[in-house]
């Protein structure tokens, strides 16, 4: 009698994007635990037409190597135009952020790029419906929303019962200007003022080149160094602790195309205040799971953050809803689910879904 094969098992799936990016890795990771043959390709980031030639044929060596049934692209500007000049099977392409929010818009030929990338594609994902309804500026194909699912299990609410000294408030991305680190440091300037018997503490944690403009921008404001932690980029495997010490997150980013940080100190039951933009307005439930501000307002960001010190109360009920809200809309199973869904639909066959 012959043998029943698992329609998972029988499915691969070649994955092509940046070697650095945890959330690849993460969907590798769990993609394999339900059954799905995963490769990762981590072409070199090198710059210029020679490392953009590398990473093709890396590419398609590992194409040839692998067979896969359909070959996943991550961040449609790099690796969707490999995926263009790579003429195999059923191609998947995910938007992430500024591949479609800032890229297409900075000539006439990037735009042109990122149409016949997204037109090639057999799938077309984005990771928020803010960046959907961007994509659909450049394509007139269906785009489905897959977001970057959330661990619930390792980011969840702290278990130590160890009291604090000090209300922790922190940020959690790189040190870059779209990330409004400046407003950040400002509005935690006018908090300190305004409640100088509290004891604060600002963390600030991530890579980035402005982390030295930020360590100016503490004496610029008269801040007390003793009460800010600038930290660098914690390995992901860790970073959960980090949300778990937090008493408020905050994220006032100028720019947003979905917002995983502020997901993940949610599931860690932290109340998050984040900018009123971008992919953030829908991770982020006004007045239910955190508080919004207009970004590039330091004065009005810091009244949200004294609103939150000054209520424990508050702090509690926003953390513990923005845990249920992720769990309900954002859970890596959930991820997952929608994730078989797409590959199902491409290759016509049921795959099991949310096994993780």
């Known amino acids: 009698m012959p043998v029943t094969q698992n329609p998972a098992q029988s499915t691969r799936v070649l994955l092509v994007g940046d070697h650095r990016s945890t959330h690849i890795r993460n969907w590798k990771e769990h993609l394999s635990n339900s059954g799905i043959q995963v490769e990762c390709i981590y072409p070199r980031n090198s710059r210029g037409i020679s490392g953009f030639l590398h990473q093709l044929i890396a590419t398609r060596r590992a194409i040839k190597h692998f067979h896969p049934d359909i070959v996943h692209y991550h961040y449609a500007s790099r690796y969707g135009l490999i995926g263009l000049l790579t003429p195999f099977g059923k191609r998947v392409i995910s938007v992430w952020g500024s591949d479609i929010t800032i890229f297409p818009k900075k000539s006439l030929l990037h735009s042109t790029l990122i149409k016949m990338v997204l037109h090639k594609g057999d799938a077309i994902l984005a990771t928020s419906e803010f960046l959907k309804a961007e994509t659909l500026k450049y394509c007139q194909s269906a785009v489905t929303v897959t977001p970057f699912g959330i661990d619930t299990k390792r980011f ?7 009291p604090l000294d000090s209300i922790r408030i922190g940020c959690i991305k790189s040190f870059r200007e779209i990330y409004g680190i400046r407003d950040l440091i400002e509005a935690y300037s006018i908090v ?14 991530g890579a ?4 030295f403009d930020a ?10 160094p003793a009460t800010v932690e600038l930290l660098p980029a914690i390995d992901h495997s ?3 602790k980090l949300h778990q010490s937090l008493d408020i997150a905050v994220y006032p980013s100028l720019q947003e195309g ?3 940080a502020a997901l993940e100190s949610s599931a860690c039951g932290v109340p998050v ?15 239910k799971t955190g508080l919004h501000t207009p970004p590039a307002a330091p004065d009005v960001l810091a009244k949200s953050i004294l609103r939150l010190v000054n209520n424990p109360e508050m702090r509690t009920e926003l953390g513990k809803q923005g845990r249920l809200f992720v769990k309900s809309n954002y859970s890596i199973s959930t991820a997952v689910e929608i994730m078989c869904s797409v590959y199902s639909r491409l290759l016509n066959k049921d795959l099991p879904r949310g096994v993780v």
């Open 258 to 260: 979905y917002g995983v």
């Open 238 to 240: 860790e970073v959960h």
């Open 215 to 224: 360590e100016k921008l503490l004496g610029e404001f008269k801040i007390d």
């Open 156 to 162: 969840s609410p702290s278990q130590s019962d160890e």
């Open 208 to 211: 980035g080149h402005a982390r």
């Open 273 to 287: 205040i984040a900018s009123n933009i971008g992919g953030h307005k829908e991770v982020v439930v006004h007045e």
């Open 192 to 205: 300190t003022n305004a409640l100088p018997e509290h004891r604060l503490k600002l963390i600030i944690a």
